[in-house]
């Protein structure tokens, strides 16, 4: 009998089609160089856990206690998966 391990699938999705008010964490970004150490310098960086606060033009994300207004073009490119468990 073979025992195989259960795997984790992770499901990443863009910014764009997370709903309002979930939780998520930032997976990767298709950004250039200086949209990504901008977003960096605002606390927007992989791995960083945010909430959605209001999905449009802008996207409003909160990430700690600073909140982000994106535009959707931004948010099409930024890949994050949601969060069940998140501290």
Same mark, same amino acid.
């Given at each position: ?6 795997? +984790? %699938? /992770?499901?990443? +999705? ?5 709903? %309002?008010?979930? @939780? ?5 970004? #298709?950004? %250039? *160089? #200086?949209? =990504? =150490?901008?977003? *960096? ?7 960083? *856990? ?6 449009? /033009?802008?996207?409003? +994300? /909160?990430? %700690?206690? @600073? =909140? ?8 099409? =490119? +930024?890949?994050?998966?949601?969060? *069940?468990?998140?501290?």
């Amino acid at each position: 009998m073979t025992v195989i391990s259960p795997t +984790i %699938e /992770q499901h990443y +999705i863009p910014l764009s089609q997370l709903g %309002e008010r979930e @939780t998520a964490v930032v997976h990767m970004a #298709d950004l %250039e *160089t #200086d949209e =990504r =150490r901008s977003l *960096t310098a605002l606390g927007l960086h992989s791995e960083v *856990t945010f909430q959605l606060c209001q999905q449009g /033009q802008p996207c409003i +994300i /909160q990430v %700690e206690a @600073t =909140r982000l207004g994106l535009s959707k073009e931004l948010t099409s =490119r +930024i890949m994050v998966r949601r969060c *069940t468990v998140c501290h």
